[in-house]
């Protein structure tokens, strides 16, 4: 069986990753590697599904026992990539999601040749400011906080395989799409 592509997705927050990885999800060909967190949940997280969420005593233990692929603090917050479920699916012919910030992307980057890079990016940082007021689930300096965390992002662009920027959300959907066949029609050396 043709092992499955592990893709590695990072956006700013408020850039609308989680609205178009929900429609590419929806293909079963695709496996979502759920991140560990000691982020406080959110109205739609569910525990297990959007992120394993843990306190930091329990995340620092699964650090020392080497369980994550790449781990980052952001926003004074951890957040890991467990290392046993990649594997298992790519051999299994999935394609493996990494929804992960840039720091973690670029140690992926070292130790994960083969896998492809997608940077989702807002049309503009006005229009990511109003959507993160809009989504009214972080206090303002959170959004602060965020938006100037995402203007640092947007500068790692560079090292990514391919910039998606997410103006009409259809769009985006089929340039994701679109990237995803063209991998998977690479002729392999
Ligand atoms: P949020 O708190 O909005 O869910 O996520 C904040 C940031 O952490 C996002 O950029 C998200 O992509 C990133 N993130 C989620 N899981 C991981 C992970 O396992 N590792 C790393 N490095 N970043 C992650």
Do not use: W
């Amino acid at each position: 069986m043709k092992k499955g592509i592990l893709f590695v997705v990072s956006a700013p927050a408020g850039c609308g990753k989680g609205t178009i990885l929900g429609q590419i999800l929806k293909d079963k060909k695709f496996y979502y590697s759920v991140s560990a967190t000691t982020r406080k949940p959110r109205p739609n997280d569910v525990d297990g599904v959007t992120y394993h969420f843990l306190d930091r005593t329990d995340f620092e233990k699964l650090i020392a026992e080497d369980a994550f692929l790449e781990h980052a603090q952001y926003c004074d917050n951890y957040y890991g990539t467990l290392k046993a479920p990649i594997e298992e699916n790519l051999s299994q012919g999935k394609h493996v999601i990494l929804e992960i910030e840039v720091q973690g992307a670029m140690k992926v980057r070292e130790l994960r040749p083969d896998a492809k890079f997608i940077f989702i990016a807002p049309p503009s940082f006005e229009v990511l400011r109003q959507r993160l007021e809009h989504r009214g689930t972080e206090t303002p300096e959170v959004i602060e906080k965020r938006v100037d965390a995402a203007k640092k992002e947007l500068e790692m662009k560079v090292n990514y395989d391919y910039c998606i920027i997410n103006d009409v959300l259809d769009d985006a959907i089929a340039d994701f799409k679109s990237v995803v066949r063209a991998e998977e029609l690479k002729i392999q050396p």
